[in-house]
T-cell receptor, first 116, second 117 residues
Framework: AQSVAQPEDQVNVAEGNPLTVKCTYS??????LFWYVQYPNRGLQFLLK??????LVKGSYGFEAEFNKSQTSFHLKKPSALVSDSALYFC??????????????FGRGTSLIVHP | DTGVSQDPRHKITKRGQNVTFRCDPI?????LYWYRQTLGQGPEFLTY????????KSRLLSDRFSAERPKGSFSTLEIQRTEQGDSAMYLC???????????????FGPGTRLLVL
């Protein structure tokens, strides 16, 4: 079985400050990991993914995420937050093990609020 | 716009009625997924197609739900005898992947918001 935990329902940060949105995962094998963002009444937009190789993944809109195998984490980060970054953020995991499910499991989401 | 499109964007229906949603994936994408999202939750998998074949269905997909993808292009999701618990956002996503690939990116449509009165 695979699962994702996003331990914070909401993250508040001031504009210009660095932000972190946390994600931990559990899979039987090794993971593929994804971050998506959702604006109100919209579908999910892809931000970035970890497949293999460099543990620091760079994505859209200045976001990056760090894969940490020992801590089974894939936290989303941005050096300087913008008010326009305020949205719902979802982490997802897929087991890369042959025979595992093709279906990703999503976390419950974290609401990011960036204050001016 | 060459992204994933869904129609309608909003649907209000009375309990017991049937509803049908349509998803048009990104052209040439061979995989198509349906998810349900309720308030405060992430997307929950319902079913997925590789080309026209429906390869996996969730336990969430009761016998009142049916999905099709004729000719491997657009897909429809039908809910029969709707219940108030069916009220949710229904999301469609598509991707381009080989047979055993799991690393591909899913691209989501804007969703159809269903309200059952």
């Amino acid at each position: 079985a695979q699962s994702v935990a996003q331990p914070e329902d909401q993250v508040n940060v001031a504009e210009g400050n660095p932000l972190t949105v946390k994600c931990t995962y559990s899979v039987s094998g090794n993971p593929y990991l994804f971050w998506y963002v959702q604006y109100p009444n919209r579908g999910l937009q892809f931000l970035l993914k970890y497949i293999t190789g460099d543990n620091l993944v760079k994505g859209s809109y200045g976001f990056e995420a760090e894969f940490n195998k020992s801590q089974t984490s894939f936290h989303l980060k941005k050096p300087s937050a913008l008010v326009s970054d305020s949205a719902l953020y979802f982490c997802a995991v897929r087991d890369r093990r042959t025979g595992g499910s093709y279906i990703p499991t999503f976390g419950r989401g974290t609401s990011l609020i960036v204050h001016p | 716009d060459t992204g994933v499109s869904q129609d309608p964007r909003h649907k209000i229906t009375k309990r017991g009625q049937n509803v049908t949603f349509r998803c048009d994936p990104i052209s040439e994408h061979n995989r198509l997924y349906w998810y349900r999202q309720t308030l405060g939750q992430g997307p929950e998998f319902l079913t997925y197609f590789q080309n026209e074949a429906q390869l996996e269905k969730s336990r969430l997909l009761s016998d009142r739900f049916s999905a099709e993808r004729p000719k491997g292009s657009f897909s429809t999701l039908e809910i029969q005898r709707t219940e108030q618990g069916d009220s949710a956002m229904y999301l469609c996503a598509s991707s381009l992947a080989s047979g055993v690939e799991r690393q591909e990116t899913q691209y989501f449509g804007p969703g159809t918001r269903l309200l059952v009165l």
